[in-house]
Structures are given as structure tokens and as C-alpha cells.
């Protein structure tokens, strides 16, 4: 698979505010970037669906451990061990980016800040702008 691009381009409404429908229009199609696989939706409620799904690299002080990270349109984050097929946790979500940030270093190395930790990961497939843009985007849509 190729690398895909995000147009963060949300189509405005009134007074160049995009309405929610509109965003969660654009982050509908933001689910197709990566191939989704069934076994996945193990891992969600009744209902949700998957915004962004991606195999990273979590990086901690003394280990790098592969995770499966999935964003849904609940929303919520979701860390799966891919191998073990079991849940490793969820990041905490909040709409107000004092409570829930993302920070990109490069294409392929971002962090989710959260008041009580920060989450390190690296995607080999360099869509780290890809995670900030649908996290934020659900965000704002949160607000509307």
C-alpha cells in the first residue's frame, strides 16, 4: 500500500465554520487510508466504527513494542497487541486539546499528550500528520 494524503480542506459553512455533518463527512473517508481487517472490530462497541487504523511502533524508555493503534468514531483510542490479540489500553479522550494533543516530529514519529502521560509512537507508513489531522478533526467536531 501507498502512502495516502489528508486534505485537511474541510468544506465551509456559515460564517467559514464547517458544519458537523461536513466534518464528519471528511473524517468518514479518512477510515479508508489503511485496509481494514474483521478481526479488528472485536475490539469495538455495537455501532462504532474505525476512523484511522494503523500497525505503529510504541516507544518507551527501554522497549519499543508494536501496537495496533485504532481511532474510532466514538471517539476513542484504542492500543491493541496485534500479536496477542488482546487490548493493551486506551488513551484517554478529551475535545479540548489541553486534555488531548498530538505532536508531530516528523512524517513518521508523533506523540499523544494527555495530562498523566505521553504516548510516543513511530509509523513506518509516515502518517503521523494523518493521526494529528483525525484526532483533531473529531475533536472539533466534538465542539460543534
Excluded: Y
Excluded at 499528550?113 to 467536531?141: G, H, M, S, Y
Amino acid at each position: 500500500m501507498g502512502s495516502a494524503h489528508v486534505n485537511r480542506n474541510v468544506p465551509v459553512g456559515n460564517n467559514g465554520a464547517a458544519s458537523s455533518s461536513e466534518v464528519r463527512s471528511h473524517v468518514s473517508k479518512l477510515a479508508s487510508i489503511d485496509s481494514f481487517d474483521s478481526r479488528w472490530q472485536d475490539f469495538l462497541e455495537p455501532g462504532e466504527s474505525v476512523v484511522l487504523i494503523s500497525k505503529l511502533k510504541k516507544i518507551n524508555k527501554l522497549s519499543n513494542k508494536k501496537v495496533q493503534l485504532i481511532l474510532t468514531n466514538k471517539p476513542q483510542l484504542i492500543c491493541v497487541d496485534p500479536a496477542k490479540m488482546v487490548t493493551k489500553g486506551n488513551i484517554s479522550w478529551s475535545a479540548n486539546p489541553s486534555e488531548l494533543n498530538v505532536q508531530v516530529g516528523n512524517s513518521s514519529h508523533f506523540r499523544i499528550c494527555t495530562p498523566k502521560k505521553v504516548f510516543v509512537f513511530e509509523d513506518a507508513k509516515q502518517r503521523a500528520w494523518q493521526w494529528k489531522n483525525a484526532i483533531e478533526d473529531l475533536q472539533n467536531c466534538q465542539k460543534i
